[in-house]
């Protein structure tokens, strides 16, 4: 058996470069606030002295203009699982060992490839495309891989025995044993493998627990850890975190441009078209906003779905500053070149979206909103409307006197009134854009109704409702 | 001018606002005290009461402030409490017996919770007899219940207060309260219920609000203070808010408050005195007894003169009590052999001699205690004693018992906000990231002068003009020097004559079993009330241990005195003067070993001298150089007058001490005994409120009025603010001045005692144990590994005088299980494992061992030690006997020791990194630090060495002082700033540093290499490593 390992050391931030950060050249790092301490390193930050293992301190002491991206296992492992679906294109037995590398079972597919440097050439050519730094090295076991990977040897070995050979050099930093039992050994003196492979396992057995005696052997090539194979998901879903906060609505497309690639590649893979794609956004003030775009007919071309994009993006304006999304894929359905009924079988499915579709058509992007209550002295705050779907409808009393029937924005007052009750003082609101220092009073009319006026800081008077 | 009638009508209702927090509400009120009596004061208020919830400790400074600036307003000192959701009230103190009434509740209910929280009994509401309550009715069904309740207990003592806050529920609450009044017969009080001084302190109590309950501003929804209303108002709003005759009601009501905290007077423990004596004949009995012991031959007439002179002084002050509260407790230590050294304003008397509460003998040293303790300065005495570190416990623990904990508590110290502090809680609540936060936080050097906060964080990037921006660095502005909490002062101790919780109410401390008031030091001393610091100092505690191996080795009896009693050694100021000072007292740091061989100390006073000159005050106002100047000689020693001379004759003109400074205050500028007190309390904080500037023109007016130049006024000024908080004054220096030619003593006699007692006492001092051991070594001490057979729990001397590292040394060897080891090795000594498994040590502590290489009288090498020891099969009791082990590790090359030595005991005894290098042929044209005094200077050289220290003092004008050590000793390295920066990630990283550089040597010998290149040798030692183990 033989098994290709591959690491991906900087994972999140090589990501980030490629894909997504505007000066690629910058001082970035991955930074784990929970430990403080920098875990990935640009190239420009590296020059500047900035190492893995360093406190924020330090770094920021060397290079002040570094730029932090905060750790995410959840968005490594993502990523991970995007390069294995992408990998299971040349490569079917593919094992993940999460956050940062996988594992490839090379004696099935030599068949299909002929040799393994073939296939080798095939790999090396899809990572590359990437932008993702890897290191990687053959070995009988995903074990002894993964530690050579690990020790960046960088070599497709002709036989185990080579691998495990190569192994004897490495040092026990490289290996997947634990803090504990590496300051063990090395407060015995032993600092490489070769130290331990020459320790009788019935020596070590009685120092020693059993996982790690496994995993020795594992290492030596002498035993295989079964382990679940990776099968791709049949749903395409793509996640991602700016690198700044946007307010543009359509700059996001520079960043929807390699997904939507991916999407397509995705869905052509597995002989699949769609009408629908579902662009959620993740707002930085405010819940997350879903946009459904639809086609007239099913589509599976990168650029007719960017098109379509790009006129989407146009019309949204972004209640508040965006700072992630997410790009679904759904209603996929088999791609038949001669079907021309698609739409009209799967329209139930989409009546909700048709309904709004249809009202946002009608009645613009402004008119169609939902209700939600917030707790806020200032009346116009309480039931803001957003866009979004969610609601909120947790039980809000305000305070004081006030009336259900609301005027926004508020109206001059015009009427003659006479005041019943009041003032109520509203000072409040410096830390938005909305502060108020109004002096509320309750008021009748000559009609008998019963007014909710305000008087603001220039003495203007102002209707904001009516009691029932 | 004629007053209108509305006016007139005002001024005959007087207003006093009775229920109003400061900022000593934590995190709910948002004005000093100080603001709000001010403020009461503008408006014409006839009183104002403060009072924070469950608590007194913003009223002294309250009462301070109408006192200082003479406020036409008078202050209820009183208390609010939250005795559920529905029951609110505050407790007004109308006469003394109201006040004790209320510090008692307060105590109750603090006792019974928690550091920082209350909880309050119905019994201590029940129990209340003389404070007045305002009652504050919430609306809700219970105020009928609550309203019979106090009907029934409280009739005659009890108001209502009623609130006009404009929230919407006013007409409901002014209904409801006009009918409770009806029905019960209590009167009416209007009150705001305010929480600041001024409207534009809302979102400052927004914020505080926020910390407060955890949350974001934005999330306080309608928790939030809706409006501006409960801050303090002008009269001419209350009289249009209120029925008037709730207004006047407030007046009538704080016309029969008549207590003022000036009142309190402090009851001294009256056990103190024996019977058949009182105070002043007591303290002169102990004092005569003193004399005897002090001045076995005799007192002369000028020394008994001083003595009559002090001791009129102290009962004229009242201050006997004071005394002899030290007294005892320097005679328990005494008893106890626990050694003690009193320091302060009063310290240095020839009675606190005679008291034998200090050691520092009036004839070495021409202290006037007058200068001290003054009337005219009306400052309370200050004596400081400082115990062995190890052994204070002891002490509190006796003035607990002696006292019982009714009437001991310690002073508290109120935590403030700090920059860092404030911006992180206010950016949090303003919604800010907190990872965004830290970031800031770390790119602002607060030590820059240069640049502040905010431009270093505008260069960032940050928006100045952005809405977010500017609340953030308002508000952290605003909150700046506010109360967070209070925690308990490192040793200050209050005790009275009765319960203590009469005076001042007492509260938890974090620590178990702790108690604090609620007043800080600066409180106390404004009501005259005197505090007895009970301190811990390692030194002491060093230099008892180091008597004790003198006594054990030699039978001699060392001791202080004893030290004194030779007078001044010239061997010892010879050694003092090369500056071989590594473990001396105070004078151990770089910085002082720089100075000595330019100072060139040769008399105990000299060393006074010395530990004051080389601090931030003289550095900054600039006052070293010309001392040393005038000292050599190289300048004329003059005084701008003769009041100037009288000040600083015995420091050569120029002002080394702060005492010396407030003492110029007065002659030179003119300021009164109180204006004095006051700068010097402004001294003492003005980092933290900045109040010394207020006293900036009066000084440089009343100097230069006085015929002083300008220059000569603003280098005073330059030198208070750097005295600040970093200020030395002569009468603690005279007293850390004996410990250190105590150790300099002992360092210099005994040295092979001297490195044991202060390794012994470790942690404390400036250097590790492991450059303890070298500066050892380099002094010829044979120093002995750690051994299980050998080695006591502490380090120890063999009869040869070798110093026999202890057991406390291993790093991960519990101190029981040293102790253990020591106490049941066999008489042979262990010879095998099993003995140790056997006597119930753990894996851990044996591992620990095997490490440290203590157990090489068993095993081959640590390594194999620590194999054999990971056997898990050989701690089952089958295998006591024999020990089989089939494999063997190979030993650890000299370089790998040397890491072991230092991961398990923090030094080493062998190779110094260095030194292997040079073995190992890895360093070519490195000059080592031994031999530096042949290079000549100005010529370059090449040093490398260890990084054992980099400091940047703010005094240095972004130099850093980096220290590298080789095996030869220690090398002073200074980086500019331009070759730090250029050279940035060398000069943080690097632990083994090279340097090429230029060699400055000062004409009294100090070297120091100007960096120029910085190389980083951290592979250097990598390489070793590995070669080490290509051997293997």
């Not at chain 2, 913003?58 to 200082?68: C, F, H, L, M």
């Not at chain 2, 309550?133 to 009928?144: A, C, M, R, V």
């Not at chain 2, 026999?804 to 262990?830: D, M, W, Y």
Request: net charge neutral.
């Amino acid at each position: 058996m033989q098994w290709l390992y591959v690491d991906f050391p900087f994972l999140q931030l090589d990501h980030f470069i490629h894909e997504l950060a505007e000066d690629k050249h910058a001082a970035l790092v991955v930074f784990c606030p929970v430990n403080n301490e920098i875990l990935q390193v640009s190239g420009t930050a590296a020059s500047a002295g900035i190492q893995r293992g360093m406190g924020l301190a330090q770094a920021s002491a060397l290079q002040s203009s570094i730029q932090l991206l905060p750790y995410s296992f959840e968005s490594e492992n993502r990523l991970l699982t995007l390069l294995a679906s992408q990998l299971y294109q040349i490569a079917s037995d593919i094992v993940l060992l999460a956050p940062q590398g996988l594992a490839i079972k090379l004696d099935p597919i030599i068949h299909y490839y002929q040799s393994v440097g073939n296939f080798v050439a095939l790999f090396h050519h899809t990572l590359q495309q990437t932008g993702l730094r890897y290191h990687f090295a053959t070995g009988p076991t995903v074990e002894t891989a993964q530690a050579l990977a690990k020790g960046k040897v960088d070599t497709i070995y002709e036989t185990n025995a080579q691998a495990i050979c190569a192994l004897q050099s490495a040092s026990l930093a490289v290996t997947a044993l634990s803090e504990k039992h590496i300051t063990q050994f090395n407060r015995m003196g032993i600092r490489s493998l070769h130290a331990v492979f020459q320790i009788p396992l019935e020596e070590l057995g009685k120092r020693f627990d059993n996982t790690l005696i496994s995993y020795v052997l594992a290492l030596k090539g002498n035993k295989h850890t079964p382990r679940p194979v990776f099968h791709p998901s049949q749903r395409f879903q793509y996640q991602c975190e700016l690198p700044f906060e946007l307010e543009d609505s359509t700059r996001l497309l520079r960043f929807l441009t390699h997904p939507v690639e991916q999407c397509c590649a995705f869905l052509k893979s597995h002989n699949l078209t769609t009408d629908s794609l579902v662009l959620m956004l993740h707002l930085a003030d405010s819940p997350q906003q879903q946009i459904n775009i639809r086609s007239g007919a099913p589509l599976h071309n990168a650029q007719d779905w960017l098109s379509l994009l790009s006129l989407k993006l146009e019309q949204i304006e972004l209640t508040s500053p965006l700072r992630g999304f997410q790009l679904c894929c759904d209603n996929t359905v088999v791609f038949h070149a001669t079907s021309d009924h698609l739409f009209a079988e799967r329209f139930s499915k989409h009546a909700e979206n048709m309904l709004m579709g249809a009202l946002l058509a009608k009645l613009g992007q402004n008119a169609v909103q939902r209700p939600k209550v917030r707790a806020d002295h200032r009346a116009d705050l309480q039931v803001p409307f957003s866009k979004d779907k969610e609601e909120n409808s947790k039980a809000v009393i305000p305070q004081g006197q006030q009336p259900c029937w609301l005027i926004s924005p508020p109206r001059p007052l015009t009427d003659s009134t006479r005041i019943i009750y009041g003032p109520e003082r509203l000072q409040t609101g410096w830390w938005d854009n909305y502060p108020v220092k109004r002096d509320y009073f309750i008021a009748t009319n000559a009609k008998g109704q019963r007014l909710w006026v305000f008087r603001d800081h220039d003495s203007q008077w102002f209707v904001h409702g009516y009691f029932s | 001018m004629i007053l209108s009638g509305l006016y007139m009508d005002i001024l005959a209702d007087m207003f006093s606002e009775l229920v109003c927090q400061s900022n000593f509400s934590f995190l709910e009120g948002a004005s000093h005290p100080e603001e709000l009596v001010n403020t009461a004061s503008f408006y014409g208020y006839e009183a104002i009461a403060i009072t924070d919830e469950c608590s007194v400790a913003g009223v002294v400074r309250a009462w301070q402030e109408i006192k200082s600036s003479n406020l036409p307003v008078k202050l209820v000192v009183g208390s609010l409490f939250n005795f559920s959701p529905a029951f609110r009230f505050a407790l007004l103190c109308p006469n003394k017996r109201a006040y004790s009434e209320l510090c008692r509740i307060i105590t109750n209910a603090r006792r019974r919770s928690p550091k920082g929280q209350y909880s309050l009994a119905e019994w201590d509401i029940k129990s209340v007899r003389d404070c007045f309550i305002i009652w504050l009715p919430t609306g809700s069904d219970q105020d009928e219940h609550w309203g019979q309740w106090l009907a029934k207990h409280h009739l005659g003592r009890c108001w209502i207060g009623a609130s006009r806050l404009l929230d919407g529920s006013d007409s409901l609450l002014f209904a409801n309260v006009t009918r409770l009044s009806q029905q019960f017969q209590f009167p009416i009080i209007a009150t705001q219920q305010a929480v600041c001084h001024h409207p534009d302190r809302q979102p400052l109590q927004h914020v505080l609000h926020a910390i407060r309950t955890g949350k974001t501003v934005e999330e306080l929804g309608f928790e939030a203070l809706r409006n501006h209303e409960r801050s303090l108002k002008p009269l001419t709003s209350l009289t249009r808010l209120y029925p008037r005759g709730w207004i006047a009601e407030s007046s009538s009501l704080t016309k029969q408050c008549v207590f003022s905290l000036g009142e309190l007077k402090y009851q001294y423990p009256s056990e103190l005195v024996p019977e058949g004596f009182s105070a002043t004949t007591y303290l002169r009995h102990c004092v005569e007894q003193g004399i005897v012991k002090r001045f076995p031959e005799g007192v002369s007439n000028s020394i008994r003169a001083t003595i009559e002179k002090e001791l009129a002084l102290i009962h004229s002050e009242g201050y006997e009590y004071f005394f002899l509260t030290i007294y005892d407790i320097v005679q328990y230590a005494q008893s106890q052999q626990i050694l003690y050294q009193g320091r302060g304003s009063a310290a240095n008397s020839i009675v606190c001699y005679c008291l034998e509460i200090t050691a520092v003998d009036p004839r070495q040293i021409n202290v006037l205690f007058e200068r001290f303790i003054s009337k005219e300065r009306n400052e309370p005495p200050d004596i400081d004693v400082d115990f062995e570190h190890e052994r204070r416990e002891e002490i509190i623990q006796y003035i607990y018992k002696k006292y019982g904990r009714e009437r001991t508590a310690l002073a508290a110290t109120v935590i403030t906000f700090r920059f860092k502090s404030a911006f992180r809680e206010v950016g949090k609540v303003l919604g800010f990231e907190e990872a965004q936060l830290s970031f800031w936080l770390k790119q602002i050097n607060l030590r820059d002068s240069t640049v502040g906060w905010k431009a270093q964080l505008a260069s960032l990037g940050l928006d100045r003009n952005s809405k977010a921006i500017t609340h953030l660095f308002s508000i952290t502005e605003s909150l700046l020097g506010f109360p967070r909490h209070l925690s308990q002062h490192v040793g200050g101790f209050v005790i009275s004559a009765g319960p203590l919780y009469e005076l001042v109410p007492v509260e938890n401390a974090a620590m178990a079993d702790r108690t604090v008031i609620q007043w800080d030091k600066d409180d106390l001393e404004s009501l005259g009330l005197l505090k007895v610091d009970v301190l811990a100092l390692g030194m002491l505690t060093a230099i008892r241990k180091i008597f004790a191996l003198i006594e054990q080795r030699y039978q001699l009896p060392v001791s202080i005195p004893f030290v004194s009693k030779y007078g001044d050694d010239p061997q010892v100021f010879d050694a003092i003067c090369k500056a071989d000072t590594v473990g001396i007292f105070q004078i151990e740091s770089r910085a002082q070993m720089s100075m000595l061989p330019r100072l060139k100390p040769r008399c105990y006073y000299d060393l006074v001298v010395q530990i004051a000159i080389v601090r931030p005050g003289p550095i900054q106002g600039d006052m070293v150089h010309p001392y040393l100047q005038r000292r050599h000689g190289d300048m004329p020693v003059t005084y701008p007058s003769e009041e100037v001379k009288s000040v600083l004759s015995r420091t050569m003109g120029v002002p080394i001490f702060q005492e010396q400074v407030i003492q110029l205050a007065m002659v030179a500028a003119g300021f009164t005994g109180g204006e004095a007190d006051q700068l010097r309390r402004a001294m003492a904080s003005w980092k933290k409120t900045g109040k010394l500037y207020q006293f900036k023109s009066k000084l440089i007016d009343g100097m230069t009025e006085r015929g002083y130049t300008a220059a000569f006024a603003q280098q005073l000024f330059d030198q208070i603010c750097g005295f600040g908080e970093y200020g030395f004054p002569e009468s603690h220096s005279a007293s850390f001045a004996v410990l250190a030619y105590v150790s300099s003593w002992l360092k210099f006699y005994f040295p092979a005692e001297f490195y044991t007692g202060l390794l012994n006492s470790w942690p404390m001092g400036f250097y590790s144990p492991a450059q303890l051991v070298k500066d050892a070594q380099a002094h010829g001490i044979t120093v002995l590994p750690v051994c299980i057979n050998h080695s006591q729990y502490d380090h120890s001397l063999t009869k040869a005088g070798e110093l026999r590292l202890g057991l406390r040394q291993v790093k991960g060897l519990s101190e029981t299980a040293a102790k253990h080891i020591a106490n049941t090795r066999p008489p042979t000594g262990f010879i095998n494992l099993s003995q140790l498994h056997n006597c119930g040590l753990s894996q851990t502590d044996i591992a620990a061992l095997a490490s440290a290489n203590a157990l090489s009288t068993i095993s081959a090498h640590r390594y194999d030690a620590r194999w054999k020891v990971a056997d898990t099969q050989q701690s089952l009791p089958l295998f006591t006997t024999a020990e089989t082990h089939s494999y063997s590790l190979a030993a650890p090359s000299v370089a790998e020791d040397m890491i072991e030595d230092y991961a398990s005991l923090q030094l080493s005894i062998d190779k110094h990194p260095i030194a292997l290098l040079a073995e190992a042929g890895k360093l070519s044209r490195i000059t080592f630090a031994r031999d530096l005094i042949n290079i000549g200077h100005k010529k370059p050289v090449r040093v490398v060495g260890n990084v054992i220290g980099r400091q940047a003092p703010a005094t240095a004008g972004g130099v850093t002082f980096v220290t590298i050590e080789d095996h030869t000793g220690n090398i002073n390295v200074i980086v500019w700033q331009n070759s730090a920066r250029a050279q940035k990630a060398t000069f943080l990283t690097a632990r083994i540093l090279e340097i090429h550089g230029i060699l400055e040597r000062s004409k009294e010998g100090v070297c120091h290499v100007i960096a120029g290149k910085l190389v980083n040798r951290n592979d250097l030692f990598d390489e070793l490593m590995i070669k080490s183990r290509d051997f293997h």
